[in-house]
């Protein structure tokens, strides 16, 4: 099985398409009173709750890439090899999951093309690429969209597509830490480390973003 095709089985084990419903869901728990995506967007007196459980999400996302990053680095060289590039392909999905959940939490709509682009932004800044690398997972991407409107196929062909492109990129930018992981044992620890301190900051990075475009759009709203 090539490095391409085991990367892709990875994500697409991954469920990419978040449930708006499961969200707004957790956010009641959290004490909201919010049934629809408008709710959520009329809560900036309640923000800290929204914070709060964009941050539970944000660790738990955390630990699935320590526990993928571990496994790849526990066996040394061997499993590092083999599994580098699924561990990586899976810290990208995860992550884009992750921004999914936190876009909802701040009343953007998934499903409307304007709030889809700003959200893959924010995702690729929270990742560290710069302008250059971002125009070129875009320019991948809106290949992948004309490709996947002729084949008519399914929405979430363009979403790994995307996850496939960061992985590619992230592998690259990633290259110096994984090196940690070459050594038995010692390498599941600082990989498992390494995944988890990287997600972690990519995962503040989102929140924070998404914090400042939605108190700028209700700004914007107020006046």
Request: hydrophobic share 45%.
């Amino acid at each position: 099985m090539s490095d391409e095709v085991s990367v892709f089985s990875k994500i697409k084990e991954i469920v990419l398409d978040v449930n708006p419903q499961d969200v707004l869901n957790d956010a009641r728990d959290c004490g909201l009173e919010v049934f629809s995506a408008k709710d959520l967007v009329e809560q900036p007196h309640n923000y800290v709750f929204i914070e709060k459980l964009a941050t539970k999400y944000a660790s738990l996302t955390a630990s699935y890439c320590a526990a993928s990053g571990a496994t790849s680095g526990f066996g040394g060289v061997a499993t590092t090899i083999a599994l580098g590039g699924v561990d990586i392909a899976n810290m990208a999905a995860q992550l884009y999951r992750l921004n999914q959940k936190i876009a909802i939490l701040n009343g953007f709509d998934i499903e409307n093309a304007i709030h889809k682009e700003k959200a893959q932004l924010i995702y690729l800044k929270a990742l560290g690429f710069d302008a250059a690398a971002q125009a070129a997972i875009r320019t991948q991407m809106t290949k992948a969209a004309a490709e996947n409107l002729a084949k008519r196929g399914p929405s979430a062909n363009v979403a790994i597509r995307l996850i496939m492109e960061v992985a590619k990129l992230l592998g690259i930018k990633l290259t110096k830490n994984q090196a940690a992981k070459f050594v038995p044992v010692l390498g599941g620890v600082l990989g498992g480390g390494l995944n988890y301190m990287f997600a972690k900051n990519a995962a503040e990075k989102m929140i924070s973003e998404y914090k400042s475009d939605y108190f700028d759009r209700w700004q914007v709203r107020a006046h």
